[in-house]
């Protein structure tokens, strides 16, 4: 019975009139729009910092804003954040796949996004206060990294970042340290992938940044299975620790959230849904994900915070370990 519940109620219910931004909504000529990273601001605007891809082949990241997070978007017509390769040669290939933190304490927002150099992806970061300046500190986690997202506060004194490196190992999910955002370190791997023929058993990385509970960090987290015919990314869920987010408590055993429609199984990318950002609606259970679909446009699933806790509960395995075999 446990393991048939699992899957009899979808836990994200998806926008009927997905996808809310293409191509086509943009002001200037571009091949695709997807995996936005999502802020609500200080006026209630919902902003989407999404990935755009040129005609060349590199990204850069545009705003898109909201009054509601669902219609009446304004997009900029100009970059928002764009690749500066002289300065910055990290960025020589594009910027990708923004994740957007709001840190109380310095009153900005921290992106971390993928920095594309001739090495590979890296994890670069950068404050910005409103969407139109930035701050950029440059590369801090050099290749290959990438699904990063900050912590909004200290934990045991330090910053922390959530993120995915290829290692020897693999590719799994690992947290690491920083007294000045700047330099990182103190890396512990947190959630690896499973092996076999599991829904995440081909590589993992971190989703949406984690969302803290009364019951620790919820972290959204998609897993890559290998087939025949291509790659399919899917999603699941995990809770870490909320003072020691080494430690995971809970482990989904299944998959909640897939491609299913055609805009999420045909594009440049079939078979792909991968989500960077979500905002709260109206109050702090319901939450509005916003997500990559097919590497080709950007769609909308609401869900309750309440039933994603609920279900890890339900679904949910302590740890791990029993998985992996180094």
């Not at 009927?16 to 002001?27: C, F, S, V, Y």
């Not at 005609?55 to 898109?64: D, I, R, T």
């Not at 989703?207 to 290998?226: A, C, D, M």
Request: hydrophobic share 35%.
């Amino acid at each position: 019975m446990k393991e048939s519940l699992a899957s009899s109620k979808p836990l994200f219910q998806r926008y009927e009139k997905n996808p809310i931004l293409t191509a086509r909504d943009w002001p200037y000529p571009v091949n695709t729009v997807f995996n936005p990273g999502a802020a609500r601001l200080k006026d209630g605007t919902v902003l989407l910092l999404c990935r755009v891809e040129e005609k060349s082949g590199l990204s850069h990241l545009c705003a898109a804003r909201s009054p509601n997070g669902v219609d009446s978007w304004e997009i900029d017509p100009i970059a928002s954040l764009h690749p500066k390769p002289k300065e910055y040669p990290e960025e020589i290939w594009g910027v990708e796949d923004p994740r957007i933190t709001y840190i109380s304490s310095l009153d900005k927002y921290a992106v971390v996004y993928t920095s594309y150099s001739q090495g590979g992806p890296g994890v670069s970061l950068a404050l910005t206060s409103d969407f139109i300046h930035y701050d950029r500190l440059g590369v801090v986690l050099p290749p290959e990294d990438k699904d990063a997202a900050l912590l909004p506060r200290h934990i045991k004194g330090s910053w922390a970042m959530i993120h995915r490196p290829v290692t020897n190992l693999g590719a799994h999910i690992w947290i690491s340290y920083s007294p000045d955002l700047k330099s990182w370190g103190s890396h512990k791997l947190i959630l690896p992938a499973r092996k076999g023929a599991w829904w995440d058993a081909g590589k993992i990385g971190l989703s949406t940044p984690p969302i803290e509970t009364e019951e620790g960090w919820l972290i959204l987290y998609h897993g890559v299975r290998f087939t025949a015919s291509g790659c399919i990314y899917r999603l699941g869920l995990a809770l870490l620790d909320k003072e020691n987010p080494e430690k995971c408590l809970l482990r989904g055993r299944h998959w909640i959230f897939g491609p299913e429609t055609p805009y999420e199984r045909f594009g440049d990318v079939n078979n792909v849904v991968f989500p960077c950002g979500y905002v709260f609606d109206d109050d702090d259970d319901k939450i509005l994900l916003y997500y990559g679909a097919a590497d080709s446009c950007i769609a909308l699933a609401r869900a309750s915070l309440k039933e994603l806790l609920d279900w890890l509960k339900a679904h949910g395995e302590p740890g791990p370990s029993e998985y992996i075999d180094f």
